[in-house]
């Protein structure tokens, strides 16, 4: 469906040579574990020996859910928009954390019900939130491919500003519940395996929400392609990242991918175009209940295992130094000859 998104495949002559570079410096062959694996993906993304960060950038996608309003979210609908506001402000978590490591910041309103400000925010809202996919579809088919278009726009425009590593990070009351259906569509898995406490529901609150779940699924019963799931249960803010994600790779830009609500935009644009997953890192696994099995379904395997739940790319933010570690030891390790070492026996 998405033609545009054109996406090569690695070069694997490309690995050899990567893996040639690595076996060469200062350590016992795969020493360096996930961060060899990393070193080698970077450089087969950059088509290049000697891999470089440009730019790194974390964009953070915006909406409002309707299905906010059966009480699956143990919040408010209008945290949504006073996070933007304290986004804006530099006071969230993924603000400090860009801060302290070097990351460039931007805010998406792809769909927030009412901003307090739009000052500092970037305006791409495609409506004011989604409809509640309890019996209804969250969005039209027109209004899904405008998200999509949002977040391949987003990532089009930081290129275009020089940058090469890009994570994604979301906010949006709600978005658990989302992701946990869109998990089950594209998966064929029963909703009750891929619901998860989200900001903090408590047993009862978890009942509930599955109930509410089970319901809209019921309501949504059929096979369907992973857009037409988005589009069913999804949120603007995901859509948006699936764009995002797929233009991404369209580029050979890295992607850094967060927590269990960007995993499950991973998801949808993995079974757009299965080619996407070469230019993602995932970033953690996080608490959120079926962030793991997720991750599984990607075949991923991720840097970090924190019990991370917040969302807002933070968990990508946080392992950003770990890829930034790869690209150093790829650059700057000594050789076994440089530095007059002796190889492993025979
Ligand atoms: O990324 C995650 O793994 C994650 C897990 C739990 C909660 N969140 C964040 O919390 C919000 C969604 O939680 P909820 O309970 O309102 O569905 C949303 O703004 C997410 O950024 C994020
Ligand atoms: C305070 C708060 C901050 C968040 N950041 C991402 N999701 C969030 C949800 C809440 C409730």
Same mark, same amino acid.
């Given at each position: ?10 070069d *694997? #002559? ?14 016992p @062959?795969?020493?360096?574990?996930q961060?060899?694996?990393?070193a ?5 993304i950059?088509?290049?020996?000697e891999?470089?960060?440009r730019?790194?950038? $974390? ?9 906010a ?10 945290v949504?928009?006073? $996070?933007? @506001? ?5 006071g969230?978590?993924v603000?400090v954390?860009?801060r302290q ?7 998406v ?9 739009? @000052? ?10 989604t409809?509640?996919?309890l019996?209804?579809?969250? $969005?039209?088919?027109?209004?899904? &491919? ?24 979301e ?9 946990a259906?869109?998990?089950a569509g ?10 998860? !406490?989200?900001?903090g529901?408590?047993d009862? #609150?978890?009942?509930h ?5 089970? *319901?809209a ?6 096979e369907y ?7 069913? %249960? ?6 948006? $990242? ?7 790779a369209? !580029?050979?830009?890295v992607?850094? %991918?967060?927590?269990f ?5 991973? +998801? %949808? ?9 070469q230019?993602?890192i995932?970033?953690?696994?996080g608490a959120?209940?079926a962030? *793991?099995? +997720?991750?599984?379904? /990607?075949?991923?395997?991720?840097? &970090?295992?924190?019990a991370? !739940? /917040?969302?807002?790319?933070s ?8 890829v930034?570690s790869?690209?150093?030891? +790829?650059?700057?390790m000594?050789?076994?000859d440089?530095?007059g ?6």
């Amino acid at each position: 469906m998405h033609n545009k998104f054109v996406i090569e495949a690695l070069d *694997q #002559g490309l690995a050899e040579a990567l893996i040639n570079k690595i076996d060469l410096k200062t350590k016992p @062959q795969g020493s360096l574990g996930q961060l060899e694996s990393l070193a080698c993906q970077i450089g087969q993304i950059q088509q290049t020996l000697e891999p470089e960060i440009r730019q790194p950038k $974390m964009i953070v996608f915006a909406a409002d859910h309707g299905i906010a309003l059966e009480g699956v979210s143990a919040f408010p609908q209008e945290v949504t928009a006073q $996070m933007v @506001q304290n986004f804006v402000n530099g006071g969230a978590a993924v603000n400090v954390f860009c801060r302290q490591h070097g990351l460039d910041f931007e805010i998406v309103d792809v769909g927030v019900g009412q901003l307090l400000s739009e @000052q500092g925010v970037q305006l791409c809202k495609v409506a004011n939130g989604t409809k509640s996919f309890l019996n209804a579809d969250a $969005m039209s088919k027109a209004q899904c &491919l405008q998200a999509i278009d949002v977040g391949a726009e987003r990532v089009a425009q930081a290129a275009r500003e020089g940058s090469n590593l890009l994570a994604f990070g979301e906010m949006g009351i709600a978005n658990t519940a989302s992701a946990a259906a869109i998990m089950a569509g594209c998966l064929g898995l029963d909703v009750s395996d891929c619901v998860g !406490r989200g900001t903090g529901l408590d047993d009862q #609150g978890l009942q509930h929400k599955t109930a509410v779940l089970q *319901q809209a699924m019921q309501y949504h019963q059929g096979e369907y392609s992973a857009q037409q799931w988005l589009a069913k %249960v999804g949120g603007f803010e995901i859509a948006a $990242m699936v764009g995002a994600m797929l233009e991404a790779a369209h !580029r050979r830009i890295v992607i850094l %991918v967060d927590g269990f609500i960007c995993s499950a935009a991973a +998801l %949808v644009a993995s079974q757009i175009n299965p080619l996407v997953t070469q230019y993602m890192i995932f970033c953690h696994q996080g608490a959120e209940h079926a962030h *793991q099995r +997720l991750l599984e379904a /990607l075949e991923a395997k991720p840097l &970090l295992d924190l019990a991370l !739940r /917040l969302g807002e790319g933070s968990g990508a933010v946080l392992a950003y130094p770990l890829v930034e570690s790869a690209l150093v030891f +790829l650059k700057e390790m000594a050789s076994f000859d440089s530095a007059g070492v002796s190889r492993e026996r025979d």
